[in-house]
């Protein structure tokens, strides 16, 4: 027994590691919800596709999200000659996932409706499929879905939007929303979403210290950088996801002309849209990259701190209307933070239960042991649970945007109204206790980054 030792060093014994397969195949709850949530027609049309997306989420995306997580970004605050650059950079497996979203369509499904008002449940499967095999690109995606959400209102009155908007600033919000919901790669945009400033907290309102101050109407277009604006922004904004976003939805306070202080009526936030970098120059739009976040976890998100001196920007609504106009796109950011904590749940499962038909425990397999079937059992009904609210959330997101009727459409926002904030809640909660047990399923081997 010494000799294999002396040779090897680690001996000839090594456990066989889970394997993941298609993971919309391996889903047969996730299968039976869309057959009892879309009509044969749909389905049909639809089936095909989530099968091959199911296998690639399964192979080059999963490998390419652990790429993600070793290839962290990393900011060039400044280059070799002293020159102020901000340059966040990010790993080749991460940018990769800007074109996957694009071919996927995740965000496109949801705005070009091929498929009604069932439209948005698609989006919602491919979405769940996509997440865990994400490296996490899942969090700007979701942004990039609640700026289309916010624009699309402004831009075709949806939901009473009524916000007069210049010829210019009109085409430059035509420009954003084209390009968030684009399906080529050359073209798709995604969008940041600046809220959080050094107060924090839920109190948005009176933690907001970010102002807006009016441009001259001659100034209103920059030819040379092709931007359209109204205001300039001067701020700080402590915790931005996506720092390398191409575009961004925040709030303001509207200030006097020529002063960046808040005006002795409007103090109250209204929300601004503005693209990251100049079109032609390439350089930062009036902001500068402070620091990188050191977080605990999701270290492959570049997450910073920016200051906002001078940032050209769109104002989307009426002062006081900030908080309403954000709610927008965060509610949309609810149903995919929900919809990530389901598809985390469900990847776990799969793995664990794959897992205990290669583990071996007192010579028979862990799967055959009736304490572990009755965990992975509840784990089990616990995934279900989360998968049918969130697809019910949008599948009621759907009949809003496309309604039955207008009793419908009122009943559904109603719900929707109600569901998705405690989706969010409720699938946030169960995602944590699914993967504390799922980690423990797999011995010591679950808490090591590299298994």
């Not at 990010?90 to 498929?115: D, F, N, P, Q």
């Not at 095999?133 to 831009?155: Q, V």
């Not at 389901?342 to 397999?365: H, K, N």
Request: glycine letters at 10%; aromatic letters at 6%.
């Amino acid at each position: 027994m010494a000799e294999k030792y002396r040779a090897a060093r680690t001996g000839d014994w090594f456990q066989d590691r889970p394997r993941l397969e298609n993971t919309f195949l391996e889903d047969h709850a996730l299968q039976s919800m869309l057959r009892r949530l879309l009509p044969s027609d749909v389905a049909g049309a639809t089936l095909g596709d989530l099968q091959r997306f199911g296998g690639r989420c399964a192979g080059e995306l999963a490998d390419a999200a652990r790429e993600c997580e070793l290839q962290q970004p990393e900011l060039e605050q400044y280059n070799g000659w002293g020159e102020r650059v901000d340059n966040v950079r990010t790993g080749e497996a991460w940018r990769s996932m800007k074109a996957v979203c694009a071919e996927e369509g995740l965000i496109a499904a949801g705005y070009r409706r091929e498929h009604g008002e069932h439209s948005r449940v698609v989006q919602a499967v491919k979405l769940m499929l996509f997440a865990p095999s994400s490296g996490l690109y899942s969090c700007p995606l979701a942004m990039t879905d609640g700026a289309a959400k916010l624009l699309e209102g402004i831009l075709r009155g949806a939901g009473g939007q009524r916000f007069p908007v210049s010829d210019g600033a009109r085409q430059n919000l035509e420009l954003a929303f084209d390009r968030l919901t684009s399906r080529d790669p050359a073209c798709f945009a995604t969008s940041g979403q600046w809220m959080t400033e050094r107060r924090g907290g839920s109190d948005v309102a009176n933690g907001t210290d970010t102002y807006a101050v009016p441009e001259l109407p001659a100034n209103e277009r920059d030819p040379a950088e092709e931007m359209w604006s109204t205001h300039q922004l001067f701020g700080y904004k402590w915790f931005t996801s996506a720092t390398d976003a191409d575009m961004a939805i925040t709030l303001a306070r509207p200030s006097a002309p020529g002063s960046p202080a808040p005006g002795p009526v409007n103090g109250s936030l209204a929300a601004y849209f503005l693209w990251t970098r100049g079109k032609a120059s390439g350089k930062l739009n009036g902001l500068t990259v402070e620091k990188l976040k050191k977080k605990l976890g999701t270290k492959q998100l570049p997450t910073g701190e920016l200051l906002l001196d001078g940032a050209r920007a769109t104002q989307l609504c009426e002062a006081g209307q900030g908080i309403p106009q954000i709610m927008i796109l965060a509610n949309i950011t609810r149903l995919h933070n929900s919809i990530s904590a389901a598809a985390g749940m469900r990847r776990m499962v799969q793995l664990c239960r794959d897992y205990s038909c290669r583990r071996l425990v007192f010579d028979r397999p862990l799967s055959l042991d009736a304490l572990h079937i009755h965990t992975l059992a509840r784990l089990e009904v616990e995934t279900r649970g989360a998968q049918a609210l969130v697809l019910e959330v949008a599948s009621l997101l759907g009949r809003t945007e496309v309604p039955r009727s207008r009793e419908d459409a009122r009943s559904a926002a109603d719900l929707l109204r109600i569901l998705t904030p405690l989706a969010k809640l409720l699938t946030g909660k169960m995602a944590v206790d699914v993967a504390s047990e799922g980690l423990e399923a797999f011995g010591g081997a679950g808490y090591l980054e590299d298994t």
